[in-house]
């Protein structure tokens, strides 16, 4: 069975470009999530899909993020436009089962902002 | 607030020698913990978790974690590091919605 894919690995941009982010969960599972890794920071949520439905976007950080989950499969996170503050990581996770935190993540995408 | 608490941010050890991977939570109740470990360009792989009755967790590739309520702690171990073992190592804590991790820990071995 496939893992959680994650599609650029690496991203470079500079400011005010947009870019776009693409995770593929594990076939059959419903809840998606996307987190974000700060050079030297902890990984912080960002939000949560339960099909393709925001269950929580609370660590959304501003308006300048996207994100999409249409038909209940992949997702897309888009930065528009892109700040320096926003290279980090980028991860996102998938589970079958939301209440107990078996989450399965991906190998991130790497994004640089210059 | 929730938080996780990984003091130390770079790790040395001796290959054969014995791992202590420190994390400490703050949470009001007693939250699910886990410890993902990150190759380069690997995801986080999960190493084992903690969600109630005994405290002594075993995990794969050899690791476990001792949940400590009194410490608000739940460090990692291995009694014999191997080379393989270099990477990358989070704690985190599921409150029933939402992830805290750590800030992580870089583990180098040496030969």
């Known amino acids: 069975e496939a893992g959680v894919t994650q599609f650029p690995s690496h991203s470079v941009i500079e400011k005010g470009q947009t870019v776009t982010l693409r995770c593929d969960p594990i076939s059959g599972h419903d809840n998606l999530y996307w987190y974000r890794r700060v050079m030297g920071k902890e990984i912080k949520f960002l939000l949560h899909?339960?099909?393709?439905?925001?269950?929580?976007e609370s660590g959304m950080p501003n308006n300048r993020f996207l994100a999409e989950r249409t038909g209940g499969t992949y997702s897309t996170l888009k930065v528009q436009p892109a700040e320096l503050e926003d290279s980090g990581v980028y991860f996102c996770a998938s589970s079958q089962r939301a209440e107990v935190g078996e989450q399965y993540f991906g190998p991130g995408t790497r994004l640089t902002v210059l | 607030a929730q938080s996780v608490t990984q003091p130390d941010i770079h790790i040395t050890v001796s290959e054969g020698a014995s791992l202590e991977l420190r994390c400490n939570y703050s949470y009001g109740a007693t939250p699910y913990l886990f410890w993902y470990v990150q190759s380069p360009g690997q995801g986080l792989q999960l190493l084992l978790k903690y969600f109630s009755g005994d405290t002594l967790v075993q995990g794969i590739k050899g690791f476990e974690a001792e949940f400590k309520r009194s410490q608000s702690s739940f460090n990692l171990r291995k009694p014999s590091v191997h080379w393989s073992d270099a990477a990358e190592y989070f704690c985190?804590?599921?409150?029933?919605?939402?992830?805290?991790f750590g800030t992580g820990t870089s583990l180098t071995v040496i030969p």
């Open positions: 899909f339960v099909k393709e439905s925001k269950q929580d």
């Open positions: 985190a804590a599921f409150t029933g919605n939402q992830f805290y």
